[in-house]
Structure formats: C-alpha cells, structure tokens
C-alpha cells in the first residue's frame, strides 16, 4: 500500500531538483560570462598593469588551470558562499550581502503587501463590476504601471510628497540621521523597533519605507492586477457560476466559496514571479531613494569596477527567484486537487 | 515594469489588411505619439534650437522660459535639444534589441516546437535559467565583466528579449506542426530545414509582430533604467535614463524640470508602444474567435 506522504513527497523531490539545475545553470552562466568573455584579471588590476602582475594575477586566482577545474572551483566555491572579496568595501561579499538583505527584503516585502492587499481587491472588484468606476481605474492604473519608468515615478513623489508637502522625510535611507537605530535583531526596522519598543524610531523608518515601497509596488501591481481580473471574468463566466446562479446562490456564496479559490493558483505564480521582479527592480528604487540594500551595493560596486559583488547579488536574487518558485508550486499543490490528482 | 503573464497565443494566419483596417490603426492615439516621437526625432536637427552636446556655464538649471521651452540641466544644456536627439538613442537601442532578440528567437523556438525531443527539452531548460536571472542585474554583471558600452547595451538586452521569442514561438509552431498544410508540405518533399524556414516561420510571425511593441515598450523603459545607473551612456550623451540622473540630485531642491520631461518622453514611447502592442493582441483575439 502507498503511503499518503509518498506523492507529495516525490513531487516536492522533483520540483526542488528542477530548482537545482536551474541554479546550477545560472552559476553556469555567471561562470561563463566572468570567467570565458570578460578577464577578471584585468578587471582586477586594471588596462595597465605590467606583464609580471599580470602573471602573477593570473596564477594567484588559478586562470592557469584546466577550464573544467576552473569551473568546478567556481561551483564549489558558490556552493560555500565564497562569492569573493569586495574591492571597496574590504570585505567578502557574503558579509555584505548579509548586512545589507534586510533593507532589500524589508522594502521588497512592504512592497508586496502594496501589491497584494492593493492589486488583489482592485482585480476582484474590476471583474465584478467591468463596466464600473473601479475597473476603469484598475485599467488605468494597469496602463500607467507598466510604461512609467519607476526610477521617475520615484522622483516626482519625491518632488510632491517630500519637497512640496513636507509629508515624508527626505529620501536619503531607512532612518533619519539623528535616530539612533535599534538594537539589531532581525535587520528589519520596523520589527525592531517595536521590539525595542522605540515609537520614534518606527515612525521614522515606516516614513522613509512608504514612498520607495509605493514607487516599487507601482510597476509590478498591473501583472497582479490583471491576473485576478482576469482570471475571475473568466470563471465567472463559466457553466457552473451560472448554475449557481440559477439556483439562486447569494452572491457573496459564489464569489467566496466557488469563483475566487480559482484565482488562487495563477494568482499565487504570478505573485512569485512578482517577487523574482522585485528582488531586481529594486536596484533602480534604491538608487533614487539612497536605499542601503542589495541593489545600491551592486551600483556602488559598479561604480567601483568591481564586478564580484555584482555577481553575488545576482547568484543570490536568483536563489531568491527560485525559492519563490518552489514555494509557490508547493503552495499551488497544497491548494489545488487537481494538480495533486496527477 | 513587470511582464504580464501572456495568455495563450492566438493562431492567426497573414492576409493582406484591407486599407479601412489599416486607416483605423494608422489614427489610433498610440500610433499618433510614435509617430510625432519619430518626427522629433528625424528633424531633431531642424527643431532643435541649440546644440545638445554644448553647456552654457552661465545658465545652468534654467526654469523653463521661451528661451529654453524644458529649462536647462545642470552643465546648463538646452533640455528640450537633449529630449529630442536622445529619442534617437533610446528608439534605435530598444528596437534593435528587440529585433536582435526577435532574430535569435525565432527560428530557435520553431526548432524547439517542429523538432521537440531533446532540442526541445534542452532549449525549455535554458529558457528557464534565462527567467531566473534579475534582469536589471544580470545586464550590471555582464556590462562590468565585458565592458560598459552602447553595443553590449543592445546584445544584452537582445539576449534577455531570445527566451520571450522563443517561448512564443514554440507554443504556435505546436499546433502548426500537426496540421495539414505541413503534412502536405513534407509529402511534397521538403527537408526540415525549409519546411520550417517556408512554412512554419511566416505563420508565427503575426503573434510575433503584437508581441514586438510590448517588448519594445519594455526595452525602452531598460534601456532608460540601465542609463539612469551609469549603464550603456555617457554622460554628456544625449538619452533619456541618464539625463533623469542627472536632475535626480536636484529634485529634494524643488528643480523639477531636468528630471520631469526626459521621463516624460521615456513614459511617452513606453506607454504608446505598450497601448498599440495591446490593441494589436486585442485584434488578433477577435480575429482568431472569427
């Protein structure tokens, strides 16, 4: 007889060894474009280092070996989070990568909830009512979010809100500089704020989040938006919402037992993918506001002409992209019969 | 910015569009701003009234006035010049992006769908890996290891545009390759080569062609993104991304002038592109319904 746990447990199996060779193919990637087309060694010590440096670059970092070592070193190394030395900052970038991720995920995850509890409502009430008031401002929501450069929106509600309103703290980090900052125990502001129980602190850091979190949720709402109206006008068009209907269901019934369990699953894809989006879009946000996470360290690190930091960020926004994935396909499967059925 | 989920890809064969179709497309509002972006561009020479390229020390940061219609920006360079020949960088660099991407997508997504089995399998997979990467990211490494100019702006954003192409593609070429036409074409001799080349191609190319104003809506908004960093563009160079940076400094100080009106073109092209690429799509819908 087959255990219960037998199914999922091979599909969670399956799904988490498609995450490895995906990951494995994006290291791949990384390794080919660093090490095969671009020199890390002039890179490194620059265009006009002499022939001894150079040599000794090029052994120093093991360029001599056989390829296939090379890249094997690479993996091992990546697989222990040894994603190199930052030139500017004079640490492994692991380091920083680890100081700096809370900022990153505290700003991407108050943008998602923007998405979730903004573009989920929106979506349900435009399918609705697709003729209604609503629907025309999610429609028109949709058209600004995806063609208005987010890095600008960020600048005009800089322009508005800070300079014009005064409703929000210049655009310059997470905390004003005269607050001293919690003690640090998640790395995420807010939550340690109130578990420091420092009101003024709080205040400051949701002040500085609101803006960058709006400008960010701005150009990814649409796909969330669209994806449940969609999605709703679809099956609420179907035989059996009309059935219920002809058996005189109050409304309430057939939106929130039958149509809106059917959202959940493309809706629940579209959200990791949003997330895979964000941890990338943030980059730009985070120049505009003076943000201090991952995406203004890849700039920094740019600026610097320093490559390996930009690297790490990337192999660590697509473990992130990944992750997002498999949970979402977890949930999906937990949720769904009919993908359990299978 | 982010991509909305397709929905599935209609299959609508070419014909040749009766000239009241084409009259209402050639007078729908997105069309119109392309084609005065265009013009902006072609005679930016005629309708600029100042050089792009030369500041003017004594008149930085200038509102704007009947002298300088956009205002000046920091060097004191004439913002509405700058607008007008930087619609020549950022057009020309999405475009062609997108066209390199359509180039490369094309025929490796109808192998993938006409051959399937490994080929199939083997270029699903990369597609995939090609998804995880953040694409914004992705373009900062490459650009940092390979160098930082406007040609590996372009091949980047071309390659990052392949797995859209390629996907699409497969998903029409699908259905294409049990029909009767193609049955027919290889009774008649065809190799798979020019099957694919003669037969299978030209029927994707309609879904291909929706698909390319969004994706160059899409570009246009990278290309502007990747500049604003310090990617692709020098400074003094005229182009949307990095004129925004350069006023960025000074919105906090209420000059709003430099950084509003190159978004404002940015916003423009990217909302015109995106709004004709979704009637486009809207059409082929009803067209594939009947």
Sequence with gaps: MRSPWLGPLLYILRRAAMIFLVLLGVCTVTFIV?????????????????????????????????????????????????????????????????????????????A????????????????????GIIAR???????????????????????????????????????????????????????????????????SALGHLVLPAVTLALGSVPATLQITRTTLLQVLASDYIRTARAYGMPARAIYFRYALKNVVVPLITVLAMTFGYLMSGTVLVETVFAWPGLGLYAVDAMNHFDYEPIVGVVLLSALFYALAYLVADLVSFAVDPRIRAQ | MAEVPLAETPVVLFRRPRWRTLRRWLFCPPVIILALLLLGAVFAPQLARYDPLTPSPGEKLQPPSARHWFGTDPYG???????????RTDLTVAVLSVLLGIAAGIPLGALAGYLGGWVDEALTRLTEVMQAFPQILFAMAVMAALGNNLVNLVLILAFLNVPVYLKMVRSVTLPLRESDFVLAARCAGHTTGSLVVR????????????????????????????????????????????????GANYIVFGMWWPALFPGLATFLAAFALHDLGQRLRRSLLREAEG
Excluded at chain 1, 59 to 75: A, C, I, S, T
């Design chain 2, 199 to 246: 037969h299978i191609i030209p029927n994707t190319l309609v879904p291909v062609f929706s698909q390319f104003s969004l994706s160059c809506s899409y570009a246009v908004q990278m290309v502007a993104g990747l500049s604003f960093i310090g990617l692709g563009v020098k400074i003094p160079h005229p182009e949307w991304g990095s004129m925004i940076s350069l």
């Design chain 2, 77 to 87: 360079m004439d913002i509405f010049s700058r607008v007008l020949y930087a619609t």
């Design chain 1, 34 to 110: 660093t090490r095969l087309l671009g020199n890390p060694v002039y890179l490194l010590v620059g265009q006009q280092a002499n022939k001894e440096i150079l040599d000794n670059m090029i052994h120093q970092m093991g360029l001599d070996r056989p390829l296939y070592e090379q890249y094997l070193r690479y993996l091992w190394a990546v697989a222990r989070g040894d994603l190199g030395m930052s030139r500017y900052t004079f640490r492994p970038v692991l380091e920083d990568i680890r100081l700096r991720l809370p900022a990153t995920f505290e700003l991407v995850t108050a």
């Design chain 1, 112 to 131: 998602m909830w923007l998405i979730v509890f903004g573009g989920v409502p929106l979506g349900v009430l435009a399918a609705a009512r697709p003729r």
């Design chain 1, 137 to 203: 401002f999610a429609q028109f929501l949709s058209q600004l979010g995806v063609s208005m450069p987010s890095f600008w929106v960020g600048l005009l509600l800089i322009y508005f809100f800070f300079f014009r309103l005064h409703w929000f703290p210049a655009p310059l980090g997470r905390l004003a500089d005269q607050i001293a900052a919690p003690p640090r125990v998640t790395g995420l502001l807010l939550v340690d704020s109130l578990l420091a129980r420092d009101h003024v602190a709080f205040r």
